[in-house]
Structure formats: structure tokens, C-alpha cells
């Protein structure tokens, strides 16, 4: 059982990056997956997330209208589409499955992460 993020790196602002989560030993049928970050010095915060029972996303605020969330069950995958990149988007970037059927956006609920994938917004 574990997750696999990629897609990370380096940057422009105002530029475009899509992370992958790849799910292995479980499906995404009955575990919802979120995105989370964290910056250096601070908290880690929730990004965006993707229910298992209808596909419904949950989007922070600093993030919505940029970043996009999407699912192919087929491939097991979870994708972050990252559009118009600040330099404040630079972190880690984890990905997490939730054992629950419905849109979870809290780190609580979530019991599977992958390693991180560095994301750094930079001219």
C-alpha cells in the first residue's frame, strides 16, 4: 500500500506544472486523495482534494481558480494540474489517501502519504 508523487520542480512564475499521484494496494474507488504542502518554517496546509464516492474537489483558497484536481481511476492516479505559479506555491508537495467515501479536507482523516515532490516557483 503506498502513493507515489512526481511532477515536481523548478519554475517560472506564472508558469505550469502537473503532479501525479499514483496509488498502488488500494483504489480509488473508496479512498478519497488529497494534496498538501508545506513551505520551510511553515504549517503544512491542505491544497486540494478528491472524493472517492463522485469525484467532487475541494480547492484551498489560494489555490482556486489556478489549480486543478482530477482522477483516473483506470491508472489509479490523481493529478494537480498547477497553473499560473507565485512564488508562495514553492514546497513540498504530499499526497495522501483517505479511507473515506466522501470529499475530505482535513490531514485527520487521511492514513496512507507519499514521499513529497519538491515544487519551486523562482525566476
Known amino acids: 500500500v503506498q502513493l507515489q508523487a512526481s511532477g515536481g520542480g523548478l519554475v517560472q512564475p506564472g508558469g505550469s506544472l502537473r503532479l501525479s499521484c499514483v496509488a498502488s494496494g488500494f483504489s480509488l474507488d473508496d479512498h478519497g486523495i488529497g494534496w498538501f504542502r508545506q513551505a520551510p518554517g511553515k504549517e503544512r496546509e491542505a491544497v486540494s482534494s478528491?472524493?472517492?464516492?463522485?469525484?467532487?474537489?475541494y480547492l484551498s483558497n489560494a489555490v482556486r481558480g489556478r489549480f486543478t484536481i482530477s482522477r483516473d481511476i483506470a491508472r489509479n492516479t490523481v493529478y494537480l494540474q498547477m497553473n499560473s505559479l507565485k512564488p508562495d506555491d514553492t514546497a513540498v508537495y504530499y499526497c495522501?489517501?483517505?479511507?473515506?467515501?466522501?470529499?475530505?479536507?482535513?490531514?485527520?482523516?487521511?492514513?496512507?502519504w507519499g514521499l513529497g515532490t519538491q515544487v519551486t516557483v523562482s525566476s
Open positions: 495522501a489517501a483517505a479511507p473515506v467515501l466522501g470529499l475530505a479536507t482535513e490531514a485527520h482523516y487521511y492514513t496512507i
Open positions: 478528491i472524493a472517492a464516492s463522485d469525484g467532487s474537489t
